[in-house]
């Protein structure tokens, strides 16, 4: 893990922290926080990121609202925090 990984993890937890309780956050966000230019090139790693803090029981991942496993998921996800 590099210094972007850990960038883009507390970069979603400050997000999460600013939202009410049950709002989701799209990884992209993290991405374009950490690099409004190149956000597209991180969100693979905002994403793997999101997955790491789920392991952690930080957050979830969900799709079309049913918490899913982001390394599967296809398509767009959203973050929240554990209900």
């Known amino acids: ?3 972007v ?3 883009l993890e507390r970069t979603i937890d400050e997000l999460l922290d600013q ?3 049950g709002t989701t956050i799209c ?3 993290a991405a374009r926080a ?3 230019e190149g956000w597209r090139e991180l969100m693979p790693a905002a994403r793997a990121a999101a997955g790491r803090l789920v392991a952690a029981g930080q ?3 969900t799709q079309r609202g049913e918490v899913v496993d982001v390394a ?3 398509g767009p996800v959203r973050i929240r925090r554990p209900r």
């Open 27 to 29: 990884p992209s966000e």
């Open 59 to 61: 957050a979830e991942v």
């Open 72 to 74: 599967t998921a296809r």
């Open 5 to 7: 990984d850990r960038v």
């Open 1 to 3: 893990m590099d210094d």
């Open 19 to 21: 939202r009410r309780p």
């Open 34 to 36: 950490v690099d409004p």
